[in-house]
């Protein structure tokens, strides 16, 4: 159990588009998504949290109106990276949990989604 | 939530050699878990160790915790070309987010 998708799982895209990545955790709940930035040869990076039916919580530099994030469903989270720029190419992971914020113990990880911007 | 650290930053070894990766942190935590992440892909979670305890195991992983040191590592016996991937720890204060540090990266050649 506590398998989580990534949809698409590769996107390449003009400067200027949006675009859309959701994330679904599949045979659980998930109260509460991450959503990750990974550039080559670093380490995560998380931008925000999300909870059920809450606006998210985005990390220090990361701008929400650009990184736009939609929890939903206790399935279902979406990040829409509008009008991409060559500089937000990158590998996007998002996680889920079971739990609410507070003493969460274990994130499941999606398989990741790399997008590049042209 | 704070971030741990992993040393070494990377490590090359044969197969069937054993594999011990460590991870530091700062302040006191409730839980640590170890990820693995193969290159290009999501992390996968390994395993977790509470603050109480002090030694786990989970098939060829060996996780050990001294709280005292603020410390833990990470040992892969007899280890296979398709553990070959970054490992990251993640010390958890029992707040929401985890944060990753820089991760071990394991090469293991056949």
Redesign the interface.
């Known amino acids: 159990g506590a398998v989580v998708s990534q949809h698409p799982s590769w996107v390449i895209c003009k400067s200027g588009t949006s675009v859309k990545i959701e994330c679904r955790s599949l045979d659980f709940q998930a109260t509460t998504m991450f959503w990750y930035r990974q550039f080559p040869k670093q380490s995560l990076m998380l931008m925000a949290t999300s909870n059920e039916g809450s606006k998210a919580t985005y990390e220090q530099g990361v701008e929400k109106d650009k990184f736009l994030i939609n929890h939903a469903s206790l399935t279902l989270s979406t990040l829409t990276v509008t009008s991409a720029h060559p500089e937000d190419s990158s590998f996007y992971i998002c996680s889920a949990a079971r739990g609410p914020s507070v003493n969460q113990e274990t994130q499941y990880f999606g398989p990741g989604t790399r997008l590049l911007v042209l | 939530s704070q971030q741990g650290e992993e040393d070494p930053q990377a490590l090359s070894i044969q197969e069937g050699e054993n594999a011990t990766m460590n991870c530091s942190y700062k302040t006191s935590i409730?839980?640590l878990?170890w990820?693995r992440q193969n290159s290009?892909?999501?992390?996968?979670?390994l395993i977790?160790i509470r603050s109480n305890e002090r030694e786990k195991h989970s098939g060829r992983l060996r996780v050990t915790l001294d709280t005292s040191k603020k410390s833990s590592s990470l040992l892969i016996t007899a280890s296979r070309a398709a553990d070959t991937a970054s490992y990251?720890c993640a010390p958890?204060s029992?707040?929401?987010?985890?944060?990753?540090?820089?991760?071990t990266m394991l090469l293991v050649s056949p």
């Open positions: 409730n839980n878990q990820y290009g892909r999501g992390l996968v979670h977790l990251f958890n029992g707040y929401s987010t985890l944060t990753f540090g820089k991760g």
